[in-house]
């Protein structure tokens, strides 16, 4: 059976989960960020060796203030909280999206993060934060024309390498599988370059409910996918044989 290397998840469904209760919106964050850290434990426990998060978007800066500030908080709580666990269980944190326009705490402490677990193997947490796969891809072909007008790079040599060697996961296998919670189906501006072969699974729970068994459901129907990368059907890598 094939466990993807590297998942990707789209964490929707927050302030629905809290809307039908009668709370708050920012309660239904609130059980986001457990869901989160149950979905990293589950991930190690199932094998996969990278899990991309999708935290806040770059659009996400249009949502009420206050919604914005408990965001932050959340991320600092779960990081203040969690950060000497997932070290002790060996885990590497990595933040990808525009660091450029965080604020200082945040920003040192998601450098603090990421310092702290570089070394470690078992498994990736990458914390997609102020992330936009628009963004991402423009912030790296500012890099790469830097590169062309310094005489470090032609032109006409940049190669698809080049420009996924210039993203934020840098290093990073592209995500094997790609799940969304909630129901809504849309890629939301999320890894635009590297979901180019991700296998999509959606599933109806709202992210707060997103326990072992959904992970597993969406390992699930992924292993019933036929990967053909292009190729024909006979040539592809039925996954669940
Ligand atoms: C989408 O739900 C969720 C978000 C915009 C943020 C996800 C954030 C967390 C799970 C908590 C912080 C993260 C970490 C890594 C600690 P929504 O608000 O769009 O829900 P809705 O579509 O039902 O309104």
């Not at 302030?15 to 059980?31: F, K, L, M, P, V």
């Not at 203040?80 to 060996?90: K, P, S, T, V």
């Not at 990421?114 to 997609?128: C, G, P, V, Y």
Request: hydrophobic share 40%; aromatic share 8%; glycine share 8%.
């Amino acid at each position: 059976m094939s466990v993807p290397q590297h998942v990707a998840i789209i964490m929707d469904g927050n302030g629905r989960w809290a809307e039908r209760r009668g709370q708050a919106r920012t309660a239904g964050h609130r059980r986001g960020v457990e869901a989160v850290r149950a979905a990293v434990e589950s991930a190690g426990e199932l094998g996969v060796k990278y899990l991309t998060l999708f935290a806040f978007s770059s659009e996400n800066w249009r949502r009420p203030q206050q919604e914005v500030n408990d965001l932050m908080g959340l991320l600092k709580f779960f990081i203040r909280r969690d950060l000497a666990e997932l070290h002790r269980e060996n885990i590497k944190i990595r933040v990808i999206g525009d660091k450029a326009s965080l604020k200082a705490d945040i920003l040192s402490l998601l450098t603090e993060a990421e310092e702290l677990t570089k070394a470690n193997t078992a498994m990736q947490l990458i914390i997609a934060f102020n992330y936009g796969g628009r963004d991402e891809i423009a912030r790296a072909a500012r890099r790469l024309a830097a590169r062309v007008s310094q005489g470090d790079l032609n032109a006409e040599d940049i190669r698809e390498e080049d420009i996924g060697a210039s993203l934020d996961t840098a290093g990073i296998p592209d995500p094997d599988l790609l799940i969304r919670t909630s129901g809504e189906q849309r890629i939301s501006n999320f890894l635009l370059w590297q979901a180019a072969y991700a296998e999509f699974v959606f599933l109806p729970c709202l992210w707060p409910d997103f326990d072992r068994k959904a992970f597993e459901e969406a390992l699930d129907i992924y292993q019933c996918r036929n990967r053909r990368f292009g190729k024909t059907a006979s040539q592809g890598l039925a996954l669940g044989t």
